[in-house]
């Protein structure tokens, strides 16, 4: 009765695959790989916080007491919500330690000022900068603290950061002071980029905090370093450090943003060049693996929402402001065969 069972069940398999439009010697077409989208936005120099020399009025301290923790990226969360990731550089610290070390300019504030992040709908914070020690090891490991207390992927050195999207995809990032600490970081970048390829991490950006302030045009160790990088396995570079935008480079298929430039960024009362961007990177993973180029687009904003002082509440450029923008990117990445268009969409030769 077994066997007969079995039998039966064999035949009409067999005739429902006839029947299906595949003779017996035909063979069914390749399964379609299974393929995703992930696209992360990326944004430069974020201070929640404000200088040890400055006092009270004008501050972003006083922004935060008047507007509470959703005032500050309440222009742009939009854009951070409707992205599978967003990652800033977090630059400062939070701690209430007055114990700073000696240096000009020395950046923190309250601990309780870490409910910006979730607020602004931020996922994950690259910490390797020049301003994560000015408060010496307590203040890295208070601020460390509010990471955690909130459940936020960090890097810096030598901790690699992970972040998981909603559909699962796992993205890894390494973020270095090249500042401070020059070549001694392609060691914790080369050994960051393989620690997430052995736990493969099919996507990886790393973070590099180089280049000289106020200068649009990287360093020739910047195009070495972006390079190294990507040769190391990262699939995009990401720079911040001089606080203002710089041009936008490609080598063997990836991107390297030289500069993002200040964003939410307390550690000016008011910067002269106040241009920043967002920029979005979309990738197209085919069975759990990144494949062709990154989409990349570049949003022009603004760190203030006013144009004469700093108010901390990075605006999305419209009109006149974002033509001129997109201009000066042009400008800064020609060198490097890069276009960018009116929609802000990026090609290149």
Known sequence: MKYRKLKMAASMAVLSFILSGYGPHEQMDEPEPDRQTVTISLAGDCSLGKLSVHGYEGTFEEMYDRGGP??????VKTVFEADDMTLVNFEGVLTNSN?????????????????????ADIDAVSFG???????????????????DSIGLPYAYDEHVGIF?????????????????????????LQSGIQQ????????????????????????????ELGRKCID???????????HVLQGID????????????????GG???PKDKNTMIAQAAFTLEDGQVTGEAALTLIPCTLSSVTHRNDYCPTIAQGDRKTQIIQKLNEYSSSFGITVAEDGKVSHQ
């Open 70 to 75: 959703g005032y500050f990226f309440k222009n």
């Open 99 to 119: 114990n700073r070390v000696e240096k000009q300019f020395n950046i923190k504030g309250k601990p309780e000022y870490i409910q910006i992040i979730p607020e």
């Open 129 to 147: 900068n020049n301003h994560r020690i000015d408060y010496g090891e307590q203040g890295v490991d208070d601020t460390i603290a509010a990471f």
């Open 164 to 188: 998981e999207t909603e559909t699962g995809i796992r993205i890894g990032f390494v973020s270095v002071n090249e500042v401070y600490d020059g070549t001694r970081v392609e060691g914790f």
């Open 196 to 223: 997430l390829k052995e736990q493969q991490v099919p996507l990886i950006l790393a973070c590099c905090h180089w280049g000289t302030e106020g200068r649009h045009v990287p360093d020739s160790y910047q195009t």
């Open 232 to 242: 190391w396995g990262a699939d995009l570079v990401v720079g911040c450090h001089p």
């Open 250 to 265: 490609t080598y063997n298929g990836k991107y390297i943003i030289y500069s993002l430039g200040n964003f939410c960024f």
């Open 268 to 270: 000016n009362r008011n």
